[in-house]
Nanobody
Framework: QVQLVESGGGLVQAGGSLRLSCAAS????????MYWYRQAPGKQRELVAG???????NYADSVKGRFTISRDDAKNTVYLHMNSLKPEDTAVYYC?????????WGQGTQVTVSS
């Protein structure tokens, strides 16, 4: 079955960087669009970044120029490189894939940015 496991979250000061990882099993990341979402307390889950099978990428306006989505096909893993972090980036970050039989989510990883 499909499993997505996120890691790499933590506590960082404003202006710092983190790299989140999403290790996938039961599916091939290079064959499917993959997404990172985030959900802050009291807010709706929002799309942060996506990468297609042809490695085209898209980003939310709030993270453009600061975040980069990438993948390592050999490791079947998708990454979210986050630079110049702001307190408003604090959220639980989730990896997502949409397959023919439905959408799958990881358990999430907490990112906390202190001011």
């Amino acid at each position: 079955q499909v499993q997505l496991v996120e890691s790499g979250g933590g506590l960082v000061q404003a202006g710092g960087s983190l790299r989140l990882s999403c290790a996938a099993s039961g599916m091939i990341v290079s064959a499917n669009p993959m997404y990172w979402y985030r959900q802050a307390p009291g807010k709706q889950r929002e799309l942060v970044a996506g990468i297609t099978s042809s490695t085209s990428t898209n980003y939310a306006d709030s993270v453009k120029g600061r975040f980069t989505i990438s993948r390592d096909d050999a490791k079947n893993t998708v990454y979210l490189h986050m630079n110049s972090l702001k307190p408003e980036d604090t959220a639980v970050y989730y990896c997502n894939v949409r397959l023919f039989n439905g959408g799958y989510w990881g358990q999430g990883t907490q990112v906390t940015v202190s001011s």
